[in-house]
């Protein structure tokens, strides 16, 4: 990502969530150690709003 992560940008944190809710690895997304903690941050926040889902038990 380019810039500062914003939790209110819904959209681009979608990218980073799996279907299930659950935050994609670093290795899936190709995210360098800080910007894969800033976007960490951001997804908790964007789910503290209930912006983004939390993560889902699987069945």
Do not use: C
């Not at 799996?18 to 190709?30: C, F, M, Q, W």
């Not at 995210?31 to 789910?47: C, F, G, M, T, Y």
């Amino acid at each position: 990502m380019d810039g500062p992560v914003d939790w209110k940008d819904v959209a681009a944190l979608r990218t980073f969530v799996s279907d299930r809710g659950k935050i994609r690895a670093r290795r899936v997304t190709g995210l360098d150690p800080e910007a894969h903690r800033q976007v960490a941050r951001a997804i908790k926040n964007a789910r503290e709003m209930a912006l983004l889902p939390y993560p889902t038990k699987g069945r």
